[in-house]
């Protein structure tokens, strides 16, 4: 195999990566939007569930994060939506709405669990 | 000749407007605006009261405002309608005047530092409040309390009501238009002298049954307003207790805050 042969090799590689990554984040969007259309009918389980999935099959699509951030809020899990909220912003730190969503859960948190003492 | 053709214009048309249409229904929108009702669950287990008295604050600061009595009455009404336990009405204490007789420096020969006569009140700074914090350690006293009022689980605490002013840079939006009538809005910095009020309470909740101590919670908020903009004391108390009053809730009570969050795709 000569560097003709190689070079083909590596954008085989390279193709099939961008594929799987591509059906990926299709089957994620697509747990994703489930997970809208089951939360706007108030079935935050199902939702939550879906949004799960979604970060389980592409753990770097942020909306996938904020959705499951607003779920956990929605039941109470702060902890967990805290984490969630924070790695929406990691993935895209520039996305308003998502910082948003981060600033008015912390306005709540903070407003119930800071005070100045104990 | 130009009918087919104008069918076939017409026909591409709607194939246009169709797949428009299914693209659209495809995309749809990006984000979702739904409504949420978060829980706070209460910070304190009070599964073991059946009633609260909100006895009375030692407090001090601004005389323009009985800090005591708005926020004993404040806080009674809160919890009548926002927590399952009843309200044991009675007589508000005063507290400063309880806690000088209990020992505290009104008794002693030596007036506290910022004490005044009779005419302005003793308190004046987070130090003289210092003075009559031993008033909660005063576990004979509560327990007494409590068994007068069928051991409830009592709520005290200080308030401090201080004027506050501070001069400086403040940034604000100025409107103009130009020669062709177009509004332009610039920041504009102006030397402003703003003056408000600084709101330190600490809420205190003791076992009637016992007289401990159970949990406590300090706050600190201010407001500010134009040096020029009159606003009376007592509004400026109610605006400050408004931001607090939702904490002071959840340590009793869970309670659900309403809100909106963006969905995304």
């Not at chain 1, 779920?71 to 996305?95: L, S």
């Not at chain 2, 000088?100 to 006569?117: D, H, L, Q």
């Not at chain 2, 914090?133 to 200080?158: C, K, M």
């Not at chain 2, 401990?212 to 009376?232: D, G, K, V």
Request: hydrophobic letters at 40%.
């Amino acid at each position: 195999m000569g560097v003709r042969g190689v070079l083909i090799a590596c954008l085989l590689v390279v193709l099939a990566t961008g594929v799987a990554h591509a059906d990926a984040r299709s089957e994620a969007v697509s747990q994703v939007e489930f997970g809208i259309a089951v939360a706007r009918r108030n079935l935050w389980k199902e939702a939550r569930y879906r949004w799960e999935r979604a970060v389980a099959i592409d753990p770097t699509y942020a909306a996938a994060y904020n959705n499951l951030a607003v779920a956990y809020e929605r039941t109470g899990e702060f902890d967990k939506a805290r984490e969630a909220y924070e790695r929406a912003v990691e993935i895209e730190p520039n996305n308003l709405m998502i910082q948003q969503n981060f600033d008015l859960f912390r306005e709540i948190n903070d407003r119930t669990s800071t005070s100045l003492d104990r | 000749m130009t009918a087919p053709v104008h069918r076939s214009i017409v026909s591409l048309g709607a194939l246009v407007v169709g797949a428009l249409v299914v693209v659209t229904m495809a995309c749809g929108p990006s984000y979702y605006e739904v409504p949420i009702e978060t829980p706070i669950k209460a910070k304190l287990d009070i599964s073991g009261f059946q009633r609260v008295l909100v006895a009375g604050f030692v407090t001090g600061g601004s005389d323009e405002v009985d800090a005591n009595l708005e926020t004993v009455r404040l806080l009674r009404s809160q919890l009548r309608s926002k927590s399952d336990l009843r309200v044991v009405e009675a007589d508000v204490l005063a507290l400063d005047a309880i806690a000088a007789a209990a020992g505290g420096p009104v008794s002693n020969e030596e007036p506290t530092p910022g004490a005044e006569s009779d005419d302005g009140p003793r308190i004046r700074t987070e130090e003289d409040l210092e003075h009559y914090e031993h008033i909660f350690a005063d576990v004979e006293y509560w327990r007494a309390l409590g068994e007068e009022y069928q051991n409830p689980l009592i709520v005290t605490g200080s308030v401090l009501f201080t004027p506050h002013q501070r001069s400086g840079y403040v940034t604000r939006e100025q409107e103009a238009y130009d020669s062709f009538g177009r509004r332009r809005v610039t920041p504009v910095r102006t030397y402003t002298e703003r003056r408000g009020f600084i709101l330190r309470p600490k809420f205190v909740f003791i076992d009637g049954r016992t007289g401990a101590t159970m949990y406590s919670e300090s706050f600190r908020e201010e407001i500010l307003y134009n040096a020029q903009q009159n606003t009376p004391a007592l509004s400026s108390y109610f605006e400050l207790m408004d931001r607090l009053v939702p904490s002071f809730l959840t340590t009793l009570s869970s309670q659900t805050i309403r809100g909106s969050r963006t969905l995304l795709r």
